[in-house]
């Protein structure tokens, strides 16, 4: 079979337009988004995340870790978005509601230009079950795999 | 589900009230905001800052939406093709037949390997979740590029990648930007995917960089309101792009070639079909769940073979796994008790007090007993290729009918179209029986089998004089697989004058969007004709409207309801059997005391409405993307007739306020954390079968 589908490959290949030629214009990076509770339940939570220097642009939002933030990725406001702003948010009604640090977003972002950008979060609210607010904290990381044989 | 709605309440408040407290942008300063940690690089971060902040509420997506059909007069229903599997019927209801050759044992190989619908259906609003499965049954990196349809007025605001056990939500971004983003990752060796809009029903998906033997899913959400007409609601899914015709010269148009002949029909949106003895592994399931509300007295599915159960107001229902083919349009139509929807009024707020509503207006009950004045019929019929066989058979027999309903004082005219036009007369014919007889063998004479120039056939339609003393109809029978919708819409709205179209689908994949908005343009009439449905009864429906006068001039006063924005802009005529929806936005709080008037033969009619504002809660955040979607499509139409307008800034800023699909935005998501080795891999177009009864000789090959 394999055989088979290689040799039709490049028939159904001439679906394919001419390759393309400029070089790309940006480059992408995957950046996790950390909350910690702080050992109170974390049922939902909002941050605004933006780049203090450098031009970034998010193209993707993932879901959180393994858990209560897994079955589904953040949403984001598009009023927001349009205003060059990034607000995510989400709510979880999993029983086992994270108490201690958890990522909750992985921001899948476009970088234009060279300068490596720093980046600024503000969380916005956070609150248990009954809606009571709490304290956390909010970090990011370096979720960019490096290809293999790049240099990270 | 009522736990999360129930903290969802919870929890909105909290949030709304932290966006009240105000929150700053903070994009390219010098110095992080107040509130922000700054990050070198890419560190940690400290927040603490207590709160401004956003809008939970407006992040988490509505659950339902408006369509434009309720704006329409929808006279028939599609009673659609089932058919009676065949002993020797491998794939039973398929157009595509599977020839058992040698060397065609296998499907042909596609990167689209399978397709779930699930709609929830609550009243006469839908939520309708398309899961797409893309793989790479390849040895090498591919792209998977698919042009599909969803109905036109469908309002798409989820996007969701789904990566083994990853799901990358896809974010709205103009259109042009959306596309560069793409093709840079694609270039960069990056999974990533891109959902277009070519037609208000045409979609293209593209998925980047799938690596052998990977799979890659793509969840698109979208809303709509179902249609409704004498008691019936009808929901449909469209499963295939029937394959249009392009006038010559234009290369806007979405063309049709075989499988592999990438680039052949020169036009800028391009769908490959299957040839008929081919078929693809391609499949779909399809399952609705339906509250409506009130107890269904009657529940039909005319097109597919399905498992239903129903029980009150509930019902379920299954596509079966035998007639599992995507080849034509899935209609679902339901009966509720009484002649009237419980409640034709859906209200919300949102969380910032800004208020939408959606208002059923039904025609006056005193209508039924007044008679109608005399008509002039004017029948269109398309001659094209697309069109051989069962359509035409089909649309000539509606023909037959309606002349047949017609009465002494009426008058009617044929014109035929393909690669140009011709009509009967050159003026109307009074409905006598030696002029019928006439048409009857008119209609017999072979005629076209070529291409679908609409124009010519819109031409010599509404270009002879009206007769002011009847009521004109111009009927158009068409599958409506053309490619310059826009054109044609420009042009019927410049020559239509005081006429009402009819436009009258005959297929099993036909082009709505076209048909639909036909029809809308001067308060006009559509009906769907399946391939295997009687069309006796679509015209003698046709005819019982128009059978009575319509309340005319039809204008709103609301009362204390503070109503703006509100569409369609003109209210279409009010006709027998035929409500209509409005949507807008409104202010104000307590009863409001609406007056709809209007007129019925002259005479002055007033039904008052009352409507309680302060039941309007957030219950259906769906609403707010609802009026946009509608305001979206009303611009939209208004370009393609108003060349001096701007409409490009208000659609895509409506668009990405409300996270909503648009021939503007479009939906863009990257996985960012891995490139795959190489730099992008080969498009791949996913081959798809004619529609049900639609020949593939004269519509794809040759051309």
Redesign the interface.
Known sequence: M?R???A??P???????P??APA????????DVMIDPKGQPL??W???F????GQV???????GE?GAY?K??????????????I?????S?DPAIPKTKIRVA?L???IRGAA??????????A?D?????I???????????P??G?KK | MTLARTLVLILLPLLAVALMSGCSAASAKSSPPAGYVAHAGISAIGPEAAAPAAVLSSLIPGQTTPSREEELWVVAKYEGDAQQPAANDEIPGSGALVARLPDQQNPVPVPLKHTDVRADIAGYIATVNVAQRYHNPFASKIEAVYVFPLPHNAAVNEFVMTIGDRKIRGIIRERAEAERIYTDAKRQGYVASLLTQERPNIFTQSVANIEPGKAIDIHITYFHTLAYGDGWYEWHFPMVVGPRFNPPDSSSGIGAVPRGAYGASGQKTEVQYLKPNERSGHDISLAIHLDAGVKIEQLDVPTHRTDSRVEDAHADVTLAASDAIPNKDFVLRYRVAGDRLKSGLFATRDEKGAGYFTLMLYPPQSLRNLPRKPLELVYVLDCSGSMDGRPIAQAKGAIRQALARMGPDDTFQIVKFSNDAQWMSDRPLAASRQNIAKALKYLDQPYGGGGTMMIEGIRKSLDFPHDESRLRFVCFLTDGFIGNEADILGEIHQRLGSSRIFSFGVGSSVNRYLLDHMAKMRRGAVAYLGLNQKPEPVMDAFFERISHPALTDVAIDWGGLRATDVFPAQIPDLFVGRPVIVTGRFTGNGIANIRVKGKVANENEVTPLTLNLDTAGAKNPALGPIWARMKIADLADRATWDASGNFTAPIKSLALEHNLMSAFTAFVAVDATRQTEGTHGTSVAVPVPVPDGVPYETTVAPK
Request: charged share 20%.
């Open positions: 394999n088979f589908l290689l039709i490959l028939l159904v290949c001439l679906a394919a337009g390759v393309d790309p214009s940006s480059r992408f990076a995957a950046i049922a939902a909002q941050i605004e933006a780049a203090e220097t642009s998010l193209v993707g939002v993932e879901s393994p897994a589904r990725p953040p949403y984001y406001d598009p009023a927001a978005l349009a205003g060059n702003r607000i995510l948010g989400d709510y009604l992985r899948m972002l476009e490596k950008p720093q980046y600024v979060t503000k969380l916005i609210t609150a079950p009954d809606g009571k607010a304290p956390a904290n909010v970090s990011v990381n370096d979720a960019s795999q290809r293999s790049d």
